[in-house]
């Protein structure tokens, strides 16, 4: 079992910055490919970010292009979304998920191993 918790949200002005983080325990990540995703309310669950399990290719659905950076430190167990540039578009609550052998897209993590609780991001305008 892998339990993640996610933290570093919270309320930002529009092109502010945050920096996610999703700490894992249980096992290491090392196998897993580990994506970001967010909900917005009354929308459906999107892929936001994704990095492959051996860290050599990363992915980021469109609106974040440019503006979202993941990444992974294995040693801590942990990956991390770095958003800049916030726009009031990104409020949303964000999740890490874990994939098994995965790759870095989003249909990668069609059927993740495991997911974290969430953690709120609020981009005022």
């Known amino acids: 079992q892998v339990q993640l918790v996610e933290s570093g949200g919270g309320l930002v002005q529009a092109g502010g910055s945050l920096r996610l983080s999703c700490a894992a325990s249980g096992r290491t990540i090392r196998r897993y490919a580990m994506g970001w995703f967010r909900q917005a309310p009354g929308k459906e669950r999107e892929f936001v970010a994704g990095?492959?399990?051996?860290?050599?290719?990363?992915n980021y659905a469109d609106s974040g292009k440019g503006r979202f950076t993941i990444s992974r430190d294995n040693a801590k167990n942990t990956v991390y979304l770095q958003m800049n540039s916030l726009k009031p578009e990104d409020t949303a609550v964000y999740y890490c998920?874990?994939?098994?052998?995965?790759?870095?897209?989003?249909?990668?993590?069609?059927?993740?191993?495991?997911w974290g609780q969430g953690t709120q991001v609020t981009v005022s305008s």
């Open positions: 998920a874990a994939d098994l052998w995965g790759g870095s897209t989003s249909t990668s993590f069609n059927e993740p191993d495991y």
């Open positions: 990095i492959s399990w051996s860290g050599d290719s990363t």
